[in-house]
């Protein structure tokens, strides 16, 4: 059916702030959705209250309302548009369940707005615990046993009947809020109240738990012809047990057998089918019985969902694109697959390629949390690496966790007992799949293994080749390595910097230079969808080393499907094969990246969210492209996050979906030879490479490597505000305890500690006396060794304040000058920041441009700074400075409605000056950027806010004026605040 035509105008609801369990995945499809919507010549008009995702920019939709997700914004959006349809799929449960209150008030038909994608039956079908169990076994579908309960002693009762272990799942929750094992009836009464105080229906699900089984999900498209396609199949490295949010997974499905996956697709189909009114994206999950290949059904998600953006990029398939199609009518067959862009949308995906993704967590921001990985999400982040096999793919994974790793292993760290080992991998955390490397390497077996952590012994044996290839490497020296024996290593992942280390050497330039001279450098393969059955049109590439045409090419896991021809699949294409032993590229050096007679600029992006660098730099990148595009030169991504905008498809002249790691990106400029690399648009993650940069002569675009190093090392940030007699707070360096207590005696306490080079307020605190002055040394030692630590008298009970401005060598424009309402000694990141000042006075804010300018001035900036003031009996201090695009560059763009990114990175390039601009700054009244916790997900944890920041997203609120009543409660708290 083509187009429904009566759809003129349509409503996407955003997910709102970035918490754990919903984070920028929802606003990738949400982007998505918008884009598809427009091109549909459908009006677009989106809320959401988000201000640091690009979904929430102007150019995104016909009008954006950047208003809290309340049953009050919708009506006062319906009051002030015709809308005749609201999407309500793409933003998550945040959107659902907003969707759901609005109708249950009956604003919807009062409004003759049309649910389109799904309607409130398919919702509760699915979201309601109890509704969906029912349904599962009308259809006779199997479901683990379970009971519903509405209040506590019914809970306490339906437990008592299942026996445990069991799990607790609350009605209409995200990422896992409120759910959790009990193991003994000790634990029950705590765990049914959190799961009932979580619903907003105040229901729980009392249910049987499958600890140990494995657990896939499939990501599947419907239209309304009832036509289904399965667009992805993903298996959980970690079994039933752990949140799908906090597992690693893969894809494809790589331990499943033919009968087994048919099974699941056909359930998944038939549960597809008969969810009712829906024509969209969906996920669905399923638990499968080791031992048996019984299968259970867990969950639908009738709504694109947290994998659905993980599985748009594995498999170059934009899925939410394609569900807002068919959300307005069309059917799969009437549209086109865009990355061949001329074969059919109706199709499922085949992979010549292995995917990987590992989470990020951020347990050091809170401390004493649990950090047990359960049924509750955990993570705030994640990474996604695309290899030829299972091994290449985890250890690109692991290098792009920003974390440390050189790959799958800690190097140089002294190792657990092989029985210690053993004991910890039977809990699963964070860290499991590198302590199951290092059980491995201590000798524990296989089978062991399997036995303690119920993983399949299919993924235990690869890592165990890893392992095999370590053990080899480490019989040489950077002299008598065999060439064999790099080729090998290099084939299942291993970074340079990972073998130099394995075997205690130093410099793996070395080793690049010496495979370079073999000829063992990266290919880069397209990414299009089909395995090469069709010529692809979207440059979406990762790299990869082939085997040489003259050995036999290694083959990847078996097929996980086979060839099935179904009316879903009418080509009879491989669905959700693994990497044929032949075909495109197997066993040849060839590389698919052609490179462009065109002048280049790769933009780098800012890798995994955590909390201190998140969706904001998403925003920046994508503006970044497009001003490098505007510009006339061909814009190269690099990044390898999964969840955003800036890896999409069609974002980018060129995408490479590779870690943000020195390796990599090295390769890549090796092979496309640009003008230069933005790292300003990509937080920490890329700033940390400029040196690396600067050393190979690469030219920086913007900003010189130099004048950004004086303002990261806070050392010699702090000699310059010296020499231009800008205030700032006494301060010194040390590398050990006894250095730190001299410098605190100097500079007087309290002071606050912190290394150099960090984002997000890493590691910082405010100490009081000698004693913890040691402790807190002692443990940034411990986690930073050699890292210079900047010692600050800290001044307490003042202001703070910051400034973002542009600079382009001649004119300097201040963005916007946004005054803290928290006083010294929280992050700025988890501060209330009101645009603009609100208490300042006059010379106050005069006295901090000034200083701005003059820093801008003497560090040479082009482009992008950031910088942070204290405001002490009307003095004004500095505090620090950074040369970058920082977390409130998209506040202040959304808050003023001027594009200051697109005009940056032109800047940057030297194709405009700042004069060639007019900024008409169009707000009224003022903005506040209001900071989003997720404590909820870390019980007992301490949540007082301090120097290290712990915020995992914001809000922007209007206000038209200071008598605001949310505005007077935020000052009567600080005021309360500094008085103590």
Known sequence: MPKDNSIKSVLIIGSGPIIIGQACEFDYSGTQAARSLREEGVKVILINSNPATIMTDPMMADRVYLLPLTVESIEQILEENQIDAVLPTMGGQTALNLCKEVDELGIWEKNNVRLIGVDIKAIDKAEDREKFRQWMIQMGVPVARAKTANSFLEGKEFAQEIGFPLVIRPSFTLGGTGGGFVHSKDDLDEALNNGLTASPIHEVLVEEAVLG???????????????????????????????????????????????????????AIAMMRDLGNFAGGCNVQFALDPKTESIIAIEINPRVSRSSALASKATGYPIAKIAAKLAIGYNLDELKNQITQSTSAYFEPALDYVIVKIPRWNFDKFKGANDTLGLQMKSVGEVMAIGRSFAEAIQKACQSLENEAVGLGYYGKSLMHSDELIEYIKTPKWDRIFR????????????????????????????????????????????????????????????????????????????????????????????????????????????????????????????????????????????????????????????????????????????????????????????????????????????????????DFDIADKLYFEPVFWEHLWEIIEHEKPEGVIVQLGGQTALKLAKKLHEKGIKIIGTSFNDMDIAEDRGRFSDTLKELGIPYPKYGTAYNTDEAIEVAKEVGYPVLIRPSYVIGGQRMRIVLNDEELEKGILSLIKHLPGNKILIDHFLDR????????????????????????????????????????????????????????????????????????????????????????????????????????????????????????????????????????????FPGVNKEL???????????????????????????????????
């Open 946 to 980: 301090g120097p290290e920041m712990k915020s995992t997203g914001e809000a922007i609120r209007f206000i038209k004026d200071l008598r605001d009543p949310y505005f007077r409660q935020l000052y009567k708290e600080r005021s309360m605040h500094l008085s103590k």
């Open 436 to 647: 199951i490397k290092d059980a491995l390497m201590a000798g524990a077996s296989v089978k062991r293994i399997c036995e303690s952590t119920l993983i399949d012994r299919w993924f235990i044996y690869q890592i165990q080749k890893i392992c095999e290839c370590e053990k080899e490497i480490a019989k040489y020296d950077l002299k008598t390595l065999p060439d064999e024996v790099l080729h090998e290593a290099k084939t299942l992942g291993f970074s340079d910097e990972q073998i130099v280390r394995i075997m205690q050497e130093e410099n793996s330039e070395l080793i690049y230079e010496r495979r370079k001279a073999m000829g063992l450098t990266r290919v880069f393969k397209m990414v299009d969808t089909c395995s090469a059955e069709f010529e692809a049109k979207t440059p979406y590439f990762y790299s990869t080393f082939e085997n040489r045409s003259d050995e036999s090419p290694t083959a990847p896991p078996p097929p996980t499907g086979g060839s099935v021809l179904t009316d879903a699949n009418p080509l009879g294409s491989s669905q959700q094969s693994a990497p044929p032993l032949g075909g495109r590229g197997a066993g040849l050096l060839h590389n698919e990246s052609i490179v462009s007679s065109k002048k280049k600029i790769i933009v780098l992006g800012s890798g995994p969210n955590r909390i201190g660098q998140g969706i904001e730099f998403d925003y920046c990148c994508v503006h970044g492209l497009l001003a490098v595009k505007e510009a006339g030169y061909e814009a190269i991504m690099v990044n390898c996050n999964p969840e955003t905008v800036s890896t």
């Open 798 to 937: 003042c202001q703070e304040a910051e400034i973002d401005a542009i600079f382009d060598g001649e004119t300097f424009h201040i963005m916007g000058v946004m005054e803290h309402i928290e006083p010294a000694g929280i992050h700025s990141g988890d501060s209330n920041a009101v645009l603009p000042q609100f208490n300042l006075s006059p010379l106050v804010v005069h006295t901090m441009e000034e200083y701005a300018e003059k820093i801008a001035r003497q560090l040479n900036i082009r482009g992008l700074i950031n910088i942070q003031f204290a405001i002490k009996d009307g003095n004004v201090f500095v505090i620090e400075a950074n040369p970058r695009a920082s977390r409130t560059t998209p506040f202040i763009a959304k808050a003023y409605q001027i594009p200051y990114l697109n005009i940056a990175t032109k800047i940057m390039l030297g194709v405009n000056k700042l004069t060639d601009f007019t900024f008409e700054k169009k707000m009224t009244g003022f903005a506040i950027k209001e900071p989003v916790f997720s404590f909820n997900k």
């Open 213 to 267: 089984w494995k657990e896939y999900e499939l990501e599947l498209l419907r239209d309304s012809a009832d036509n289904v396609v399965i667009i992805c199949t993903v298996e959980n490295f970690d079994p039933m047990g752990v949140h799908t949010g906090d597992s690693i997974t893969v894809a494809p499905a790589m331990t499943l057998s033919d009968t087994a996956f048919q099974l699941m697709r056909n359930t």
